[in-house]
């Protein structure tokens, strides 16, 4: 039967470190270091409402 294993699939974790995935001369690393992102925490402050919800995402996330 196809499925008799598909149960110990659902069980296995794999763990990974996102910056490992990402080379060193990334276009996005080089962005990152040349840009002060800090600036986004003022212009988004009043779209969170601290202590209700679940934990929020950090506004300064750079995706490939």
Not at 9 to 22: A, G, L, N, S, T
Not at 40 to 57: F, N, R, T, W
Request: aromatic share 10%.
């Amino acid at each position: 039967m196809m499925t008799q294993n598909a149960d110990k699939k659902r069980e296995q974790i794999q763990m990974f470190c996102m910056d490992d995935m990402v080379p060193q001369d990334h276009l996005l690393r080089i962005i990152d270091t040349v840009i002060d992102w800090n600036f986004i925490y003022d212009l988004v402050e009043d779209k969170y409402s601290p202590g209700h919800g679940h934990p929020s995402m950090d506004p300064v996330i750079l995706y490939d």
